[in-house]
Each structure stands twice: as C-alpha cells, then as structure tokens.
C-alpha cells in the first residue's frame, strides 16, 4: 500500500526527513502510524551504526 502511513515514515527516516516533518495532523492515526514508521527505521540505522562502532 503506497499510502500507507508508517511506510511513508520510514521512507522519510530512509530520505534523512526529520520526525519533526510529520505530515499528519498530531492526534491523528495517521501521525502515530508515520512517528513509528520513523522510529523504526531511525533506530534501525542507530542500531547499526553502534554495532560497527
């Protein structure tokens, strides 16, 4: 689903986008959806980055 909220924040985390640039109205399930997508992957690559030191 192109549209999908928590792809499109994890796309935005891929894309270097700041979580501060959530689309989404704040409240909304779109915004929380978006903030996990952005989460998920931001600590993804934090994860990575500590394990190669």
Do not use: K, V
């Amino acid at each position: 689903m192109a549209n999908d909220p928590f792809e499109l924040g994890e796309r935005a985390a891929r894309l270097n986008i700041p979580a501060e640039a959530n689309p989404y109205q704040d409240g909304s399930e779109e915004h929380a959806l978006w903030a996990a997508g952005h989460e998920r992957f931001a600590s993804a690559i934090e994860a990575t980055e500590s394990e190669g030191g």
